[in-house]
């Protein structure tokens, strides 16, 4: 049985103050939910805050970005090595947004997940297709391509610590969700392309989210797919309430 994981992306919300404040509200509450594993992705300006109150809890601290050198002149940046000394134990890798206003490609995406994996932060690797892309029929083409090229060079000892988060980017921010049948069906074809890539025994242990607006109302019929194996939650885990629908829900399941 893979372990659920429910990881919160707050994306470019929440000041150090309004992190702690969440997070005080979620530790009690997620204190007794051992089947389950919980990460929150703050801003960078409230790691050190969220670190300090989630410590001795049970949840884990994702960063949203990092870039691939130790150190230098890349203004705006940050490293690994900051990540870790924020107390980041895990990392969001490509998501739909850095790919589409911030020039994220699968060759960069490639580059950070190395470092990622170098510097022992677990990555949360993102791919996704447009709503185009949907239309056109081309989705498993765009995963496929965002696979292979996001994972090369990464053998088969660190792809176990590889999280992939399949975000249909139509579905992010939109009210839109997947059906439950296609988001497992994009999962059950990343499963079936590591499976080619590494082997059987990689594949059946990857832990694949679903990132497209999943909340509390569809949580039980996504994650009753055999292939998804949890959530990338945006807008939901913004407040204690709505993420914690989601967790207890993952909780069960996992009962």
């Given at each position: 049985?893979?372990?659920?994981?429910?990881a919160g992306n707050w994306k470019?919300?929440?000041?150090?103050?309004?992190?702690?404040?969440?997070?005080?509200?979620?530790?009690?509450?997620?204190?007794?939910?051992?089947k389950v594993d919980v990460v929150i992705c703050p801003p960078f300006t409230a790691l050190s805050q969220a670190s300090e109150a989630i410590k001795n809890s049970?949840?884990?601290?994702?960063?949203?970005?990092?870039?691939w050198e130790d150190s230098g002149a890349f203004?705006?940046?940050v490293s690994a090595a900051m990540l870790l000394n924020a107390g980041c134990q895990y990392?969001?890798?490509?998501?739909?947004?850095?790919?589409?206003?911030?020039?994220?490609?699968?060759?960069?995406?490639?580059?950070?997940?190395?470092?990622?994996?170098?510097?022992?932060?677990?990555?949360?690797?993102?791919?996704?297709?447009?709503?185009?892309?949907?239309?056109?029929?081309?989705?498993?083409?765009?995963?496929n391509v965002q696979v292979v090229e996001g994972l090369a060079g990464i053998n088969s000892e660190e792809m176990?610590?590889?999280?992939?988060a399949y975000e249909p980017v139509w579905a992010i921010g939109t009210g839109v969700t997947a059906t439950p049948e296609q988001a497992e069906a994009v999962h059950a074809f990343i499963r079936g392309l590591i499976e080619k890539l590494y082997s059987k025994n990689i594949a059946a242990g990857l832990r694949?989210?679903?990132?497209?607006?999943?909340?509390?109302?569809?949580?039980?019929?996504?994650?009753?797919?055999?292939d998804i194996d949890g959530g990338l939650i945006g807008g939901a885990s913004?407040?204690?309430?709505?993420?914690l629908g989601i967790i207890e829900i993952a909780n069960k399941l996992s009962a």
């Open positions: 049985m893979r372990k659920y994981i429910i470019m919300n929440k000041t150090g103050a309004e992190a702690i404040q969440l997070v005080n509200a979620l530790v009690p509450k997620v204190a007794s939910l051992k049970n949840i884990g601290l994702g960063a949203q970005n990092m870039y203004t705006g940046e990392v969001i890798i490509g998501h739909s947004e850095r790919r589409q206003f911030f020039g994220e490609t699968n060759q960069t995406v490639n580059k950070k997940t190395q470092k990622a994996l170098a510097a022992g932060l677990l990555p949360i690797v993102c791919v996704g297709e447009t709503l185009q892309e949907r239309q056109s029929g081309v989705t498993e083409k765009v995963i176990k610590k590889v999280i992939i694949i989210q679903y990132g497209g607006s999943m909340k509390a109302e569809n949580t039980e019929e996504l994650l009753n797919q055999p913004l407040k204690a309430d709505s993420f």
